[in-house]
């Protein structure tokens, strides 16, 4: 094993290297760099690491724009480690790491870096302990990244449970307060978090299924105006025209007017829409939207 701590100023470009039999990590403390590995190019940013694979060539494709500073090590796998093109479903089971990620425990793979170069490798323990400090910071990389990977998928699961309690509870508008409670969180967290798994806010996402609904309606339906506002959910008839105009730029007439044809030539409706049960009988050739929203409680679980 071998390894250290490279610092270069702006204009800097790597040399082409060739790696015999050895893997190369490249923990990169700031960046960017610019490497072609096996004709493929990868931007290395700061706070973001790369593995260069055995058998294969390096070159730098472009200058660094600024100083850079990275950590590199080379080191060796055992035979039975594989270069997979698809992460297996068990991944629990293995040292999983993609070829360029991020790594946001820096701090504590910097000082098992720092530990690791501090033996000299000049005896057979010193070796032992680099195979044991090189495999503890491949562990601990690949931990970091299936936490980071689970905590999201365990956001998004979340959120996706609300936006479907969002659908079945509409006829209530129910506030950010109360999907807060829903899933037992602060209501401010739940804002921060629903925009950042979903694009929008709450309050917006709440709008925007209302006037899908809306939009839906006057095109597969001969409803009224205000017949359509009050089965979007909206109680208030001008709001839903102000409403509707700024989100479409045209009155529910004239949107009427200009899409009919083409929908009734498509006639297709999103099955997540909360239709009202007593609309659906209007409605042609629709798929089934699951279970409508009934006139009952706004329900916490």
Same mark, same amino acid.
């Given at each position: 094993?071998?390894?250290? %701590?490279?610092?270069?100023?702006?204009?800097?470009?790597?040399?082409?290297?060739?790696?015999?039999?050895?893997?190369?990590?490249?923990?990169?403390?700031?960046?960017?760099?610019? %490497?072609?590995?096996?004709?493929?190019?990868?931007?290395?940013?700061?706070?973001?690491?790369?593995?260069?694979?055995?058998?294969?060539?390096?070159?730098?494709?472009?200058?660094?724009?600024?100083?850079?500073?990275?950590?590199?090590?080379?080191?060796?796998?055992?035979?039975?480690?594989?270069?997979?093109?698809?992460?297996?479903?068990?991944?629990?089971?293995?040292?999983?790491?993609?070829?360029?990620?991020?790594?946001?425990?820096?701090?504590?793979?910097?000082?098992?870096?720092?530990?690791?170069?501090? %033996?000299?490798?000049?005896?057979?323990?010193?070796?032992?302990?680099?195979?044991?400090?090189?495999?503890?910071?491949?562990?601990?990389?690949?931990?970091?990244?299936?936490?980071?990977?689970?905590?999201?998928?365990?956001?998004?699961?979340?959120?996706?449970?609300?936006?479907?309690?969002?659908?079945?509870?509409?006829?209530?508008?129910?506030?950010?307060?109360?999907?807060?409670?829903?899933?037992?969180?602060?209501?401010?967290?739940?804002?921060?978090?629903?925009?950042?798994?979903?694009?929008?806010?709450?309050?917006?996402?709440?709008?925007?299924?209302?006037?899908?609904?809306?939009?839906?309606?006057?095109?597969?339906?001969?409803?009224?105006?205000?017949?359509?506002?009050?089965?979007?959910?909206?109680?208030?008839?001008?709001?839903?025209?102000?409403?509707?105009?700024?989100?479409?730029?045209?009155?529910?007439?004239?949107?009427?007017?200009?899409?009919?044809?083409?929908?009734?030539?498509?006639?297709?409706?999103?099955?997540?829409?909360?239709?009202?049960?007593?609309?659906?009988?209007? %409605?042609?050739?629709?798929?089934?939207?699951?279970?409508?929203?009934?006139?009952?409680?706004?329900?916490?679980?």
């Amino acid at each position: 094993m071998i390894g250290g %701590l490279f610092n270069a100023n702006t204009g800097w470009q790597h040399a082409k290297r060739y790696h015999r039999g050895d893997y190369e990590l490249i923990l990169c403390t700031k960046g960017p760099l610019y %490497l072609k590995i096996e004709n493929k190019d990868f931007k290395v940013q700061t706070g973001e690491f790369i593995i260069i694979p055995p058998f294969t060539t390096m070159i730098g494709y472009h200058p660094s724009p600024n100083d850079i500073e990275f950590y590199w090590l080379h080191f060796f796998l055992p035979k039975n480690t594989l270069i997979i093109s698809k992460v297996p479903k068990n991944i629990t089971k293995y040292i999983f790491l993609p070829q360029l990620a991020t790594f946001t425990n820096q701090s504590q793979i910097i000082i098992l870096i720092h530990q690791l170069l501090a %033996l000299n490798n000049q005896n057979y323990d010193d070796r032992l302990a680099a195979n044991h400090f090189i495999s503890i910071i491949l562990i601990e990389l690949s931990k970091n990244l299936f936490k980071a990977s689970t905590k999201k998928s365990e956001k998004e699961t979340k959120i996706n449970e609300l936006k479907e309690w969002i659908r079945t509870n509409i006829y209530q508008s129910p506030t950010v307060a109360d999907m807060a409670k829903y899933l037992q969180i602060n209501p401010q967290y739940l804002s921060r978090l629903f925009k950042k798994v979903v694009g929008i806010s709450p309050k917006k996402y709440l709008l925007k299924l209302k006037l899908e609904t809306a939009q839906a309606l006057l095109i597969r339906t001969n409803l009224s105006v205000k017949e359509v506002a009050n089965n979007s959910y909206f109680t208030n008839e001008k709001l839903f025209l102000r409403q509707f105009k700024q989100s479409t730029g045209l009155t529910p007439s004239q949107y009427r007017t200009q899409f009919n044809d083409i929908y009734h030539n498509n006639q297709t409706i999103s099955p997540i829409l909360p239709i009202p049960e007593e609309i659906t009988k209007h %409605l042609t050739d629709i798929p089934d939207p699951g279970e409508a929203p009934q006139k009952k409680e706004l329900r916490h679980y």
